[in-house]
Every structure is written in structure tokens, then in C-alpha cells.
């Protein structure tokens, strides 16, 4: 009775929130032309940590998959 098991769909990305975050910061990064890899990884360590200090970005990500916040 403790144990509820859900059938889910093999790849709903819509369940996911965090596919809306990668959404995202693909589409941050649409125009971009690193010159080398370095360049490519700085800017996205930089645009992931610009992300992580908006916390309401995160809560939104969650209500678009319709889970609820911790």
C-alpha cells in the first residue's frame, strides 16, 4: 500500500523539467561561434551559473511540467 507505480511514456519530455533548462540555455547559445572548445565551455559554465542564481527561472521550469516545488 505504501508503493504506487505509475506506467510512464519512454520518452516524455515534458515530465522532465530539467529538458526545459537545456532548452533554454541552447536557445542562449543559438548564435554562437566559439572559436575553440575553451571558449564554447566557458560561456556555457557561464550561462549556466547566471541560471542558477534565478531561482524563480527554476520554479518555472517545474510548473511547466506540472510537478510541484520541494
Known sequence: PWLRVYRLPGY???LN????????LKRSMANLAPGRIDDL????KNRLKQ?????????GFLATSGLAPP
Not at 41 to 44: G, Q
Not at 51 to 59: F, K, S
Open 12 to 14: 516524455a519530455p515534458e
Open 17 to 24: 523539467p530539467v529538458e526545459n533548462l537545456w532548452s533554454s
Open 41 to 44: 565551455l566557458r560561456v556555457a
Open 51 to 59: 541560471m542558477q542564481y534565478r531561482p524563480t527561472l527554476a520554479y
